[in-house]
C-alpha cells in the first residue's frame, strides 16, 4: 500500500484539532461556552450587524454549527436576531461583556499553545492554512 493508515491527513489534523480543543475546554469550562461559541461571539465583535451567513463563511463553519450555536447564544442573551426575511445577528451588551472576559482567557490559551508550537511550528500551521486555500 503506497500509505499506512496512521499517515492519513485528515485524520491527523482532526486529533490535532482534538488536542487544541482539549486546551480550549480545560480554560472555558467556568465560562459554561465551547471554543466555536466563543469563536463565533469573537468573530461577531469585528463583524457587528450581519447574516448568519456570512458568519459561517468568514469562520469556514458549516451552516448548521453556526445555526445551533447562535440558537444557544442567543438562549443566554449574548446574541439578538432580526426578524427580518434574511434576518441578520449582533451582540448584545452582554454579548460584548462576555468577549471582554474571554479576551483575556483566549490569550492565556494562545500563549499556551504558543509555547507548545514555537515559531517552526507557527510557521508550518500558516503554510499547511495557506496551502489549503488554494
Not at 450587524?49 to 445555526?67: A, D, F, M, N, P
Not at 444557544?72 to 472576559?101: A, N
Amino acid at each position: 500500500m503506497k500509505y499506512d493508515y496512521s499517515e492519513c491527513i485528515g485524520s491527523r489534523l482532526r486529533k490535532i484539532s482534538r488536542m487544541v480543543d482539549s486546551h480550549f475546554r480545560q480554560h472555558l469550562m467556568d465560562f459554561d461556552i465551547t471554543e466555536n461559541q466563543m469563536t463565533i461571539l469573537f468573530a461577531m465583535s469585528k463583524m457587528k450587524k450581519v447574516e448568519q451567513g456570512r458568519i459561517g463563511k468568514y469562520l469556514y463553519l458549516e451552516k448548521s454549527t453556526v445555526s445551533r450555536n447562535i440558537k444557544l447564544l442567543e438562549k443566554r442573551g449574548f446574541v439578538s436576531r432580526s426578524s427580518d426575511y434574511r434576518p441578520t445577528v449582533e451582540l448584545t451588551d452582554e454579548g460584548y461583556k462576555m468577549v471582554e472576559k474571554l479576551t483575556p482567557v483566549w490569550l492565556g490559551i494562545m500563549d499556551e499553545l504558543v509555547g507548545l508550537l514555537g515559531s517552526s511550528g507557527l510557521d508550518g500551521l500558516r503554510n499547511l492554512e495557506t496551502k489549503m486555500r488554494t
